[in-house]
């Protein structure tokens, strides 16, 4: 359970590392560039912990997908990023994929 849990929180981390990439205006601004440094490695250790017991391949998607929706919604909501029906469905279905990677994993242990 504490593998899925930090697993869940190094998603997030993925998104925050992300969003400070973006706003780090190629690693020039410093407090961004740092929160993306920190946030990097954090996430990447927290990985790795969680593939400890999670296989490769359902960590690293559920993963991706935790950080790549949680950095699209946050975009739309700053304004970043234009908001379209197609686009909340889309991300809804990789959190339902996501959810059905975790459910799928606990049935086969």
């Not at 250790?45 to 559920?62: D, H, K, Q, S, V």
């Not at 990023?81 to 991300?91: G, H």
């Amino acid at each position: 359970m504490l593998a899925w849990i930090v697993l869940i929180v190094s998603g997030v981390l993925e998104a925050i590392w992300a969003t400070a990439l973006g706003r780090s205006a190629g690693l020039t601004k410093l407090v961004p560039s740092i929160v993306f440094v920190v946030g990097l490695i954090a996430s990447m250790a927290g990985l790795a912990f969680a593939m400890r017991e999670i296989p490769t391949g359902t960590a690293y998607a559920i993963w991706v997908g935790i950080g790549a929706s949680l950095t699209v919604v946050y975009a739309m909501i700053t304004g970043a990023e234009a908001i379209s029906l197609i686009k909340v469905a889309l991300i809804l279905v990789l959190v339902g994929c996501v959810v059905g990677l975790k459910l799928v994993s606990d049935a086969g242990h």
